[in-house]
């Protein structure tokens, strides 16, 4: 029986990771459940999934969810703030670690899982965009295990040798016999859109993807494309590829969910449903194989497969990030700071759909042209991203 944490239960990530355990109710038990501030969701799911602790990020949750707990006779202890949650990411019972916090939030509690050595699901990839090198060097001096659960890399882990397999992040694709990684994306809900009536894109518009069922934040990165951006980072530091490794391709069907070009002409490509119980259910997994609760692919029902270079004109976003992913941590630390702030902006009706790049690039080049830039340790990472939201709220303001 293996112990999870999840990080992030009450999500989207959430919801699909305790699919998985039910369906698979004899390999996986909850040890604990952490969120930032929905005490009803987190009641719900702990009078169902009885864990032993509950994590709420907001501390003011954590005092109204331990009051409903004892009305409702559940024994659940609760902890709050960052140290609750690093406490039950770190927790000597846990086996494995669900990281599905939605964005920066996400870095230090997922931290506290690689430096306990915990096997990590990773799916908040910006902790990963964040602190990169710092990430996989902590993994490899705790000897935590890294599964990517992002749908592509995940794709792109089951493309991959052992070899590769168990040396992420260290890996050397080029001796693999590997020529280039194929991240695929949808292109979002906008990809045959008129990019003149980009302008006018309200939230609702973003947040309804073609193919998948997501978080708002994600949903609306999707639409950008800055969600394949970061996954282009999040791919370079898992996979150690270089630049000329790494090729984005527009796949509106998402039946394929990325590929691994190799040398001698071969392609593998992952393909299935896209529900992220797939990818979930691997991490926790492997290198066993267990039911997802996933539908077979029926290839009867499909209609073409089509692919497309992206049009960046169409995707500022996802230039940018490209841009910042090989001038360096700073870039990619100020990037992701700035997004998660146009973002919110976005969402809450402050910003135009078109600005989100136009704030991301202001604020990376600011950072960029700073002269004194530290990133090699987490006390000087979260000091980029304090900065670099600062900036993001200035441009917001003017
Ligand atoms: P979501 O918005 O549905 O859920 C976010 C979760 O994070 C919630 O449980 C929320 O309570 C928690 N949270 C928010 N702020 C917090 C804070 N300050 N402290 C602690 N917890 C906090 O998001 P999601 O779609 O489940 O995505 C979660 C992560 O997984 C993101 O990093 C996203 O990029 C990644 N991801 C999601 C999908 C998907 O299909 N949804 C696919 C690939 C990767
Ligand atoms: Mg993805």
Redesign the pocket.
Known sequence: MQKITI????????A?TLSVIEHNPEDFSVYAL?????VEKMLELCRMWRPQYAAM??ENAALELEKQLQRNHCKTKVVAGIDG?CEISSAPEVDMVMA????S??LL?TMAAVQAGKRILL????SLVMSGQFFIDAAKQYGAQILP???EHNAIFQCLSQTVQTELGHCDLEAEGIHSILLTGSGGPFRYSDIGSLDAVTPEMAIAHPN????????V?SATMM?KG?EFIEAKWLFNAKQEQLKVLIHPQSVIHSMVQYNDGSVLAQMGEPD?RTPIALSMSYPKRIPSGVKPLDFTQMSELTFLAPDMARYPCLQLAIDACYTGQHATTAINAANEVSVAAFLNCELKFTDIARINEKVMNKVCALSTLNTDSLESLLELDRISRVYAAECLRR
């Open positions: 990080l992030g239960a009450t999500g989207s990530i959430g699909s952490a969120a930032g501030s929905n990020a907001d949650l599905a916090i939605v964005g939030p996400g509690p799916a908040n990839k910006e659960v992002d749908s998948w069922s997501m978080g708002p934040k994600i949903s990165d969600n970061l992220m």
